[in-house]
């Protein structure tokens, strides 16, 4: 039992982790096509 709720913890960290990442990659993806002259700084 003990283990099963450290796993679902994990799973769930794991998760939003992605979701974190692949959401601010794609902010950043979509800052970088919008305004091309960020990258010149």
Do not use: D, E, W
């Amino acid at each position: 039992m003990h283990y099963i709720l450290i796993y679902k913890k994990v799973a769930i960290f794991c998760f939003f982790g992605m979701y974190i990442n692949t959401s601010y990659l794609m902010n950043s993806i979509n800052i970088l096509m919008i305004n091309p002259q960020i990258r010149s700084i």
